[in-house]
């Protein structure tokens, strides 16, 4: 090596070896801070006499800390990246004395396990449930202190065993999760020549219709609880394949036959997180009703009693009809809204809409999603 060499050398050595002490300086200045930080999340807590990570959990004060942490970004990192570093970092402090308990359908490697972590971070004890109806059940007795179930796929639209829940349910809607869904084909064979059957959740099923028509067509389909318990049937089972997630495959040790199969590349599902009681508004909300109209109104009941919605200027972003199960060919209407139920105008407009109502309902008014 010529002497210039060496001294290039020694000069990117030195100019490397600067960064290194000055990441690690930055690093003691970070760990500090986080405990700082956790130093004021305990007093807060103190201060309000409360007890247990139930009282303590705010989520409407939780997304106006991550709309701040996006509305701040300025990279390298991504919005996404940088909301999830906060999200564990509020998740950790939030779980000093005792983690939240939030319940989830099961059993483990579950879409809807991970969008607890998405929603709550991994400093929380997951409960897993084998129903949507359980997990309700689950947080109704205390058992959680949240759950979370999917209500509706971008693809196969409403899950409807999750909206009949509240039919019957004290519970309310606190928050949602959106979370993008990659459908993987996993087994134990080593080609898909010997796939005999495929097991899935029907809605997973559904979302690879185009797929499994093309490259399974003769292969049987198989609906079960849950993509977990698929992926159990493909561990246990000669010639069984399952569709479901890479969390799945790494839970029951399979091997991704074919990734991401799934019919439309933006295939998402939207999961609600349920507790006990209704927050305050977060800045940024939407509200979710249960309501239907009297049985003596004529022509026009549904455009009748949400015309208050639009004349006090109320954007609907979602309606969703399910039997009332009070009576045969009697309908209860699911409707989202822009707005929290108790802010001007969407109070103003719910007020109206309540007078007209034969059943009204507010089912949740919660902070819109943050990525």
């Known amino acids: 090596m010529s002497k210039g060499s060496e001294s290039a050398y020694s000069a990117r050595e030195q100019s490397l070896d600067d960064l290194r002490d000055r990441i690690d300086r930055l690093d003691a200045e970070i760990q500090a801070r986080i405990a700082e930080r956790a130093h004021c999340a305990r007093q807060i807590g103190e201060i309000k006499g409360l007890a247990g990570p139930a009282e303590f959990y705010r989520p409407e004060r939780e997304a106006q800390i991550l709309r701040k942490v996006v509305e701040r970004n300025d990279g390298p990192l991504s919005d996404e990246e940088m909301v999830r570093v906060f999200r564990e970092l509020m998740s950790a402090c939030l779980a000093q004395e005792e983690p939240l308990r939030v319940a989830y359908l099961g059993p483990e490697g579950t879409f809807t396990q991970a969008a607890v972590l998405k929603h709550f971070g991994h400093s929380v004890r997951a409960l897993s449930m084998p129903t949507i109806s359980e997990v309700f059940r689950e947080v109704e007795s205390g058992g959680a202190d949240f759950g979370i179930a999917p209500v509706e796929n971008s693809s196969e639209g409403t899950v409807s065993h999750t909206l009949d829940r ?23 064979m080593k080609e ?4 005999h059957r495929v097991c899935a959740h029907a809605q997973s099923l559904a979302q690879c219709r185009a797929w499994l028509a093309q490259y399974l067509p003769e292969v049987e389909q198989v609906p079960v609880s849950s ?10 089972e000669a010639g069984t394949a399952a569709l479901g997630s890479e969390a799945a495959a790494e839970v029951y040790e399979l091997g991704i036959l074919f990734d991401n199969v799934e019919d439309r590349e933006d295939n998402t599902t939207r999961f609600l ?5 209704l927050f305050p508004p977060s800045g940024s909300d939407k509200t979710t009703l249960l309501i239907s109209a009297t049985s003596t109104t004529g022509p026009g009941v549904l455009m009748h009693l949400l015309q208050p919605l639009a004349r006090h200027g109320i954007n609907m972003t979602r309606i969703e009809s399910r039997p009332s199960r009070r009576r045969k060919w009697d309908y209860v209407f699911f409707v989202d809204i822009d707005g929290h139920a108790d802010e001007e105008p969407a109070s103003l407009a719910l007020e109206e809409v309540k007078r007209n109502a034969d059943l009204f309902r507010v089912l949740g008014a919660y902070p819109k999603r943050v990525l």
């Not at 898909?192 to 796939?195: F, K, W």
């Not at 993509?227 to 246990?236: G, I, L, S, T, Y």
Request: charged share 30%; glycine share 8%; hydrophobic share 45%.
């Open 166 to 188: 509240f039919l019957t349910s004290p519970l309310k809607i606190c928050g949602e999760v959106e979370l993008r869904i990659h459908q993987h084909l996993m087994g134990r």
């Open 192 to 195: 898909i020549a010997q796939v």
């Open 227 to 236: 993509n977990a318990e698929a992926a159990r049937r493909a561990r246990d």
């Open 273 to 277: 997180v349920i507790g006990r009681k």
